[in-house]
């Protein structure tokens, strides 16, 4: 426990002292039991958890906030749901392939990649989906699409130039492949697949 924690703040003073202009993403994800997570976000996840399969439970912390999300299959679907720390629904991920999107949507992130980076490769592609209303894991399962916000979160590997910035990030775009965020994803050096 006394490691991980100064593993954890040599990290934030490496990124505190760093002067380059992009945003890092920083998670320490621990797997947790079922009674570890709050009630109110098991009792939240009742209608997916009667058919779910492979259900996993994590704490999750950044850099200033700390979450619990629950991973498990439902219908074949692979879904991770993000709670924070008060139990207020964050988001729902749902992985998908690339090629599952809207030709429009592929053709252009596809397009941001091959005109930004020598070489890319995708690791997971998921549909993000947000909304202000509580009860949006039921509106999910009836499939009620003007109930939330959408967007496609994709961790690729790529890199600019020969040896030089290349690593693991984080993409979010639009609907219709747009980009609106990029982070570099801290992560241990051997995870890194690169060319």
Do not use: C, D, M, R
């Given at each position: 426990m006394r490691l991980h924690f100064l593993i954890t703040c040599c990290i934030f003073y490496c990124i505190s002292t760093c002067h380059a202009q992009e945003n890092i993403k920083i998670e320490i994800e621990k797997r947790i039991r079922q009674e570890q997570t709050?009630?109110?976000?098991i009792q939240a996840l009742q209608p997916l958890?009667?058919?779910a399969s492979k259900i996993k439970y994590y704490q999750e912390k950044d850099s200033s906030s700390t979450f619990y999300e629950v991973k498990l299959k439902?219908?074949?679907k692979a879904l991770s749901i993000?709670?924070?720390?008060?139990g207020d629904f964050y988001d729902l991920e749902e992985t998908v392939a690339l090629k599952k999107l809207p030709n429009p949507t592929q053709d252009s992130i596809?397009?941001?990649?091959?005109s930004q980076y020598m070489k890319y490769k995708i690791k997971k592609t998921q549909i993000r989906f947000t909304s202000a209303q509580p009860q949006l894991i039921e509106l999910y399962l009836?499939?009620?699409?003007t109930a939330f916000s959408k967007?496609?979160?994709?961790?690729?590997?790529?890199?600019l130039e020969k040896d030089h910035q290349s690593g693991l990030y984080e993409f979010l775009f639009t609907e219709k492949g747009e980009l609106l965020a990029?982070?570099?994803i801290l992560t241990r050096e051997a995870d890194y697949v690169l060319y």
């Open positions: 709050p009630p109110t976000i958890l009667i058919k439902y219908k074949g993000k709670f924070t720390e008060g596809l397009a941001y990649f091959s009836k499939n009620v699409q967007a496609i979160e994709i961790e690729a590997f790529v890199k990029k982070s570099k």
